[in-house]
């Protein structure tokens, strides 16, 4: 049975960082890409990040501007979202998600989110 379980999320200040982790179980995690989401206050569902199955290629979405950084280590079948200077408007439910074996293919599975207020 598919699992995707993220942590780290917590309470920041502007400028702070953070590590999120989503870690997968019952597939084979290494065959697929992976993709962070988030849903903020007054907007939908929105696009952060997508890793590739070997974790050699990663894509962003342009807020992201250099801030945040995709990651994976396949021999823990875990997957990360490395963010950095945080800004108040990040405020954010940030869900880990399973796609297929290319680039943006349909969203299979879901974690269920972790939460990132920040603070004013």
């Known amino acids: 049975q598919v699992q995707l379980v993220e942590s780290g999320g917590g309470l920041v200040q502007p400028g702070d960082s953070l590590r999120l982790s989503c870690a997968a179980s019952g597939f084979t995690f290494s065959t697929y890409y992976m993709t962070w989401v988030r849903r903020a206050p007054g907007k939908g569902l929105e696009w952060v990040a997508d890793?590739?199955?070997?974790?050699?290629?990663?894509y962003y979405g342009g807020f992201v501007k250099g801030r945040f950084a995709i990651s994976r280590n396949n021999a823990k079948n875990t997957l990360y979202l490395q963010m950095n200077s945080l800004k108040s408007a990040v405020t954010a439910l940030y869900s880990c998600a399973r796609r297929g074996h290319s680039y943006h293919s349909a969203v299979t599975s879901w974690g269920r989110g972790t939460q990132v207020p920040v603070s004013s």
């Open positions: 890793i590739d199955s070997g974790g050699g290629s990663t």
